[in-house]
């Protein structure tokens, strides 16, 4: 029984010891690369569709390996954007993940899924909501008024 114990025991040993000095299925350098690529791609594509935008965040960025060909990246990003019609400011922060595949160009992954999770709002200066106002404008357009930032 002792003998089956201590075979066990080197088997286990030697497949950890294995594990834990294979190589990696993709490298560090390509999880690296991307992060670079997809954030830069994110902040090209804010600047492009909304010119208004300012303080481009990458707040956080990392990626999983998802098989031999596959990357997840998750990231978390934020901007600061002004409201319609007025001088106040919103800061919107995004978080999403997006799902990478090898191309079979050398070097090259092919942006398979691009999706936002969550979406927070906070407004740097407050925004006030008179509930009293005249009952003839059908519309609602909330006041601004310049004040300190709000803090968490």
Not at 85 to 106: D, F, M, P, W
């Amino acid at each position: 029984m002792r003998f089956f114990g201590f075979i066990f025991f080197v088997g286990l040993l030697t497949w950890t010891w294995s594990v834990m000095h294979a190589s990696p299925r993709i490298s560090f350098e390509t999880h690296a690369g991307i992060q670079e690529e997809l954030a830069a791609t994110i902040i090209g594509i804010l600047q492009k569709n909304k010119p208004s935008i300012t303080q481009i965040n990458i707040d956080k960025m990392w990626t999983e390996t998802l098989g031999d060909d596959g990357v997840k990246a998750h990231f978390v990003y934020s901007f600061s954007d002004s409201l319609d019609g007025s001088q106040g400011l919103v800061r919107s922060t995004l978080q999403g993940e997006a799902v990478l595949k090898k191309s079979e160009i050398e070097n090259q992954w092919d942006l398979q899924n691009f999706k936002t999770t969550q979406n927070n709002v906070i407004f740097e200066e407050p925004m006030y909501i008179n509930p009293n106002r005249e009952e003839e404008t059908d519309s609602v357009t909330p006041t601004t008024v310049p004040s300190e930032p709000a803090t968490n």
